[in-house]
């Protein structure tokens, strides 16, 4: 069964090494379903050795590629559940002094540090029970059943951001984004502005898809973003990921986007759901960046010209918390300074980081 | 039904073979020690890329061909395949000399029953297979004899990641993919042989269209079918897969078998054919070109590298002091420690180094565990592990310096060298320093090539060697400019030159040489003239920089201390060798430069100065330059700047300037006379 494990591990960690797989949905399904195989087919007996089983699988698929962030993210949403499980397991358990338990789970999260020590010892010595396990299986799934229902319940908010007649501008190809404003375009007549998104050019594939679905859509060149911004009603974007500012790793131009809407005054909402966000702060711009090959931007058959210049091609873009207006996740519309409240929430403050 | 379940394997397991071995020379002596497979490429071994490449497209059997050092690709191989999904085996025969050897090897055993991938194990991509695969299977399915796909990628002619030395012309049909006929291009063309190509007039007849190619990189990525280890058995001679397979196949009315070819685009392939090829795909990898096979992507377990700005690749424990500076392009890698005022730029450093203060390096490829005292300079070269440079010690480009050679304190390498720690003779167990070379404190010789290398060797002419020695010269490609490199191969493949030398030093001997031998036999002024003139033409250079040389060569020659009657004086010598300059100074501008270069010559050291103005009034006696000439020279800007000798030198001319513009006038008066008259 180990062995088993193992390889499902080893398997996913080279397809995020070689790139393989890519992307915050598939990604955090991928890893989703591997930890459910992993806690369901291990042996543990304690939530310290469970912990730390699903730390070390962690620990490598994040190594494996840190700019997904998403698998982090996952993961420590199952760290977090875990916690949680054992905590109400314990309260059931003792059946004394609820309250003072339940109490530490709601409060700051330095406060709690302060109680952690003690409480990772009893930890030890708990044993699970076996509904313990199905439960904690059973809210893996309910993650699960998260993640599929992400772009349901965000295009349902769609008709309360978007409203006849608009000029909406919109940037790359995201899955959400995309959903979002079919839903909007199945309610209401809009018109949509894609920048085309050099050198992926994935904006004009958004944009096929849009006028697929009826919706009145124009191509733009990057360089056009900032001319038409001024005609702009609203700008919505699809992002990479969320960091803990509140700040987004988003594709390439986005930066751009937003500071021309900034400019202009013009209203920034970027469409994500949960998982994307991530309690890592982004201390350096190129943190989370990923420098493609720089192919697309200049050819590798101009064998005389890539000796002399040296072209980097970032896939992402950092754009700060300032520039964006609104998040409109999963659980609904958030200002940029409510994500704290978001983390603290999903994530436990221990699970930062995997060390062990 | 036998044949339906081979059709059902091929789609299940895919086999790849890997042939670890180069079967040349080029990276001696660092390869005596070690298989080029392992070599570190960006700290990473040359196989890894191999094998990521292979399991990237879903190979699941790997078969390594391991020949020289077997047993350390042995064992490496053995470590991989414990972390990889891959099985991996590895043959090992110390016997073969060349890769048709080892394909006979291969069809010996019997080992493969599918088509399969045949690779180096020095091939860097990342391209998918999986497409290529697919055309090959189907064109297998719709015509059996279609027994190989080559893989090839365009670039331009000059492109950096082309091997200058294996050059090669293919000759394509695009509309069946098929390729019609191959032929290696030398980079030395010294023989019609070698500038010619011969193909079948068939091919014209039986295809419409096709493209002669040299803009293809042939990294020698195959796919293969069962029959193309058979067809090497059968045909005993054939030693290497393009020249002599293919070629063979391809130009072998017999066999009627076709070779097909699948052009990539947007993806990276190359191989690490030789020192150049090593400098030119470092440097890819580094600017990205492989992505994702990026130092940041850590193809070796336990690697953490990290991407910063500027193409810098960092691992976690590596410690930069605080006044370092690391520029654009480096790789860094762990534990490896840099002191103060260092400058690094272009380079890849491996595990475990220690640089001291002040270090300078450039373009330079250092392995794991190598120390690097203060002050030292190092460019364009690649230090192998264990090596000690002690403190002050200058590397100069296009060296390759092999494991634990020791180089003694303040000692200058010279460009091109190589050094190893092995004893020069097989016997010998203990080696002889050379202190001349690695310093009095040093430990290494200079690695000489082996005379009679092996039979392939000898099958090659010379100039094939000389490309094998040019790939070793690292910074070969960058020393040509990119217009002349055609022009540098001609003039190279001329004469007998086995370092490429810079034009104008080398048309300096010439020059000198052609007039020292006029000088000491006697040559008639014409005979002189006309050899000068030759060397003009086959240099490609003009009569100024004849003269440039011609001038000072000939007024070297005068003794001024000399008695009449020697030979030597400058009378005689004028009267002797005039002549020849004059054959080189034909209109006024020719005259007039003559004259720079004779106020430059007299200035300089080399010629007396006191030749100055009777070779001048030689020149103006016998109408080598004329008096316009003169004048324009003397009222010039040109001839009023330089250095005070010259200013002398000029103002010395002053009573033949008064005199040359008093005759004028007079004439001019003269004249105005007569047409008053």
């Given amino acids: 069964m180990s062995l088993n494990k193992n ?32 806690i369901s087919k291990n042996n543990w007996s304690t939530a310290n050795q469970l912990l730390t089983l699903v730390k070390s699988v962690g620990q490598k698929l994040i190594q494996a590629n840190p700019t997904e962030l998403a698998v982090g993210n996952i993961i420590r949403r199952v760290l977090h559940v875990i916690r949680e499980e054992y905590r109400e397991a314990e309260n059931d358990k003792t059946n004394t002094e609820f309250h003072h338990h339940a109490a530490p789970l709601t409060t700051s999260s330095s406060m709690y540090n302060l109680l952690g020590e003690s409480g990772a010892a009893q930890e030890e010595q708990v044993q699970f029970s076996h509904s313990l396990r199905s439960n904690i299986i059973q809210e893996i799934r309910d993650i699960k059943i ?27 190809r995201s899955k959400t984004v995309e959903e979002f404003l079919k839903m909007a375009a199945s309610k209401r007549k809009f018109q949509v502005l894609v920048a085309e998104t050099a050198p992926s050019y994935h904006g004009q594939e958004m944009a ?43 594709i390439s131009g986005s930066h751009m986007m937003a500071a021309a809407a900034k400019h202009h005054s013009i209203p920034v909402v970027v469409c994500t759901g949960l998982y994307k966000l991530s309690p890592l702060y982004p201390y350096d711009e190129d943190s989370f960046n ?10 590798f058959e101009e064998g005389d010209l890539i000796e002399k210049v040296t072209v980097t091609n970032p896939y992402y873009d950092y754009v700060s918390p300032d520039f964006v207006n609104l998040f409109i996740t999963n659980q609904g519309g958030h200002p940029p300074s409510y994500l704290y409240r978001l983390i603290v929430e999903n994530y436990d403050p221990d699970d930062q980081t995997f060390d062990l | 039904m036998p044949p339906k379940e081979k059709v059902e394997s091929t789609e299940q397991v895919l086999q790849a073979v890997i042939l670890a071995d180069s079967f040349d020379e080029r990276f001696q002596p660092i390869t005596l020690e070690t298989a080029r497979c392992l070599l570190p490429l960006c700290n990473v071994p040359l196989i ?60 010996a055993k019997q080992l493969i029953d599918t088509d399969f991938i045949l690779v180096t194990g020095d091939v860097v991509s990342n391209m998918k297979l999986d497409r290529v695969l697919e055309e090959h299977r189907a064109r297998r399915q719709a015509d059996k004899s279609a027994i190989m796909t080559m893989v090839l990628k365009k670039a331009s002619p000059q492109h950096r990641s082309r091997a200058v030395g294996d050059g090669s012309l293919f000759v394509l049909d695009q509309t069946s993919k098929e390729c019609l006929h191959y032929q290696p291009v030398k980079a030395f063309k010294s023989t019609k042989q070698d500038r010619r190509m011969t193909m079948d007039m068939e091919i014209f007849k039986m295809h419409p269209e096709i493209q002669i190619r040299n803009d293809l990189i042939d990294c020698q990525v195959d796919i293969c079918s069962v029959e193309v280890p058979a067809l090497f058995t059968e045909n005993f001679d054939y030693q290497d897969i393009r020249s002599d397979f293919v070629h063979g196949i391809l130009t072998s009315d017999l066999l009627g078998k076709t070779i097909h070819f699948h052009e990539v685009h947007d993806v990276y392939a190359a191989r690490v054919r030789s020192t150049q090829m090593y400098d030119a795909i470092s440097k890819d990898i580094i600017s990205r070109w492989t992505f994702p096979m990026v130092p940041d992507s850590n193809l070796q377990a336990g690697d953490c590298y990290e991407y910063r700005r500027g193409l810098v690749y960092k691992e976690k424990s590596v410690v930069l002091s605080r006044t370092c500076v690391v520029e654009e392009k480096v790789v860094i890698g762990a534990n490896t420690q840099i002191a103060e005022s260092s400058v690094l730029s272009n380079c890849v450093i491996g595990k475990n180094c220690v640089i001291g203060a002040n270090v300078k390096i450039d373009n330079a490829y250092i392995w794991d565990n190598v120390i690097i005292m203060d002050n030292c300079v190092i460019q364009h070269s690649i230090i192998a592990n264990n090596a000690v440079l002690e403190e002050g010690v200058t590397v100069r480009k296009g060296c390759l310096i092999s494991f634990n050679v020791t180089i003694g304190a303040k000692t200058t390498v010279p460009p091109f060298s190589r050094l190893t720690t092995l004893p020069e003779d097989e016997d010998d167990d203990e080696l002889v320093s050379e202190p001349a070379v690695v310093g009095a404190s040093g430990k290494g010789r200079v690695f000489k090539e082996a005379e009679d290398s092996d039979d392939e060797d000898e099958e090659e002419d010379p100039k094939n060697k000389a490309v094998n020695r040019l790939a070793y010269d690292l910074k070969e490609l960058a020393l040509e400019g990119q217009d002349d490199s055609a022009s540098e191969f001609e003039s190279e493949a001329s004469d007998d030159e086995e370092e490429a030398v810079n034009p104008a030093e080398e048309l300096d001997r010439e020059v000198s040489a052609t007039l020292e031998r006029a000088f000491k036999d006697g040559h008639s002024v014409d005979i002189a003239a006309l050899e000068l003139n030759t060397l003009r033409m086959a240099s490609f250079s003009n009569f100024h920089e004849m003269r440039k040389r011609i001038i000072p060569g000939v007024l070297r020659n005068i003794d001024v201390t000399a008695k009449p009657g020697s030979g030597k004086t400058t009378k005689e010598i004028l009267a002797r060798w005039g002549p020849l300059i004059g054959r080189m100074i034909h209109d006024e501008d020719d005259q007039v430069d003559g004259l720079y270069i004779l106020q430059r010559s007299c200035a300089s050291p080399v010629v007396a100065t006191a030749v100055f103005t009777p070779a001048l009034r030689y020149f103006y006696d016998n109408d080598i330059t004329e008096e316009d000439a003169i004048l324009k020279w003397f009222y010039s800007e040109k001839s009023q700047q330089g250095s005070d000798m010259e200013k002398q030198l000029r103002e010395k001319t002053q009573p033949m300037i008064d005199y040359l513009e008093q005759s004028e006038s007079e004439e001019e008066s003269d004249e105005e006379d007569e047409d008053s008259e």
């Fill in chain 2, 48 to 107: 890894s890329y191999t094998f990521e490449f292979l399991a990237v497209a879903g190979v699941q059997e790997i078969f390594v061909f391991c020949c020289s050092h077997s047993d350390k690709v042995k064992a490496f191989v053995k470590q991989y395949g414990k972390q990889s999904n891959m099985k991996i085996h590895t043959i090992v025969s110390q016997e073969c000399m060349s890769v048709g050897d080892a394909m006979r090897e291969l069809d």
């Fill in chain 1, 146 to 172: 998260e993640l599929e229902n992400i772009h349901e319940n965000i295009k349902n908010q769609a008709p309360l951001h978007i409203h006849s007649n608009e000029i909406i501008m919109t940037i790359g």
């Fill in chain 1, 7 to 38: 390889e499902l591990v080893d398997d996913l960690v080279a397809k995020l090494k070689r790139r393989q797989l890519v992307g915050s949905s598939a990604v955090s399904q991928a890893t989703l379903k591997l930890l459910v195989v992993v």
């Fill in chain 1, 208 to 250: 096929l898809e849009l006028s697929k679905a009826g919706i009145e859509t124009t191509v733009i060149p990057d360089s056009a973003v900032f001319a038409v911004m001024s005609r702009v009603n609203k700008v919505i974007l699809g992002t990479h990921a969320v960091l803990a500012n509140g700040g987004l790793v988003a």
């Fill in chain 1, 290 to 299: 990923v420098t493609m090959n720089p192919d697309s931007v200049l050819g």
